[in-house]
């Protein structure tokens, strides 16, 4: 089982503000995820990456960005937020399968 | 038609009862099978992982796999308040991505 650390937990922040949402686990997997989740909906797939300096979009579209530049390590940018980005953002790593999942960040975006 | 189908409830119960939670598929190439159970405002925590049809049991819980019936379900026996949360079904084909349902919320009422 993984341990996935994810901060902050919450964060409430002006439109226009860049932020970056931190993700770390310590199990050294080489696969790790970002989803985006809003209230009562489906996880959607924003980003992933299968290993050092590779990183790939994902399903939903984006204005986020990640970088990989150690195992351990996964980020995500926003460069300058806006209201549409308020909800919460899951992180997750795996090695194979299954994915196991950080608490989250919640973020709202005033 | 989305891949994943899932009754969103909620489902109320009274403590005690067996709980019986279902997911339905359309994607014949799934292969892996996943339950999660997601507290409020937390991230999910993975409750069964499952590759073949039949049965696998883990204390109260129960997942079962009908490929056949593209149908997947979990059982929760004894349920206790501690497992109100929302249920997440997820799976994927050996190559793909994971496809989440949008999940179950539970209410067990002491």
């Known amino acids: 089982e993984a341990d996935i650390y994810q901060t902050p937990r919450y964060l409430v922040i002006g439109t226009g503000k860049k932020i970056t949402l931190e993700c770390s686990q310590t199990m050294g997997h080489d696969k790790m995820y970002w989803y985006q989740q809003d209230p009562g909906m489906e996880l959607h797939l924003i980003h992933y990456?299968?290993?050092?300096?590779?990183?790939e979009k994902g399903d939903l579209s984006s204005e986020s960005t990640v970088s990989r530049i150690r195992t351990e390590h996964f980020p995500l940018t926003l460069e300058s937020a806006r209201p549409s980005h308020t909800s919460q953002y899951l992180c997750?790593?795996?090695?194979?399968?299954?994915?196991?999942f950080g608490p989250g960040t919640r973020l709202t975006v005033l | 038609q989305k891949e994943v189908e899932q009754d969103p409830g909620p489902l109320s119960v009274p403590e005690g009862a067996i709980v019986s939670l279902n997911c339905t598929y359309s994607n014949s190439a799934f292969q892996y099978f996943m339950w999660y159970r997601q507290y409020s405002r937390k991230g999910p925590e993975l409750l069964m992982y499952?590759?073949?049809?039949g049965n696998k049991e883990d204390g109260r819980f129960t997942a079962q796999v009908d490929k056949s019936s593209k149908y997947i379900s979990l059982f929760i026996r004894d349920s206790q308040p501690s497992d109100s949360a929302t249920y997440l079904c997820a799976m994927k084909t050996s190559y793909d991505k994971v496809i989440f349902g949008p999940g179950t919320s539970l209410s067990v009422i002491p």
């Open positions: 990456s299968y290993g050092v300096n590779s990183t």
């Open positions: 499952t590759y073949s049809s």
């Open positions: 997750a790593s795996s090695e194979g399968d299954p994915q196991y």
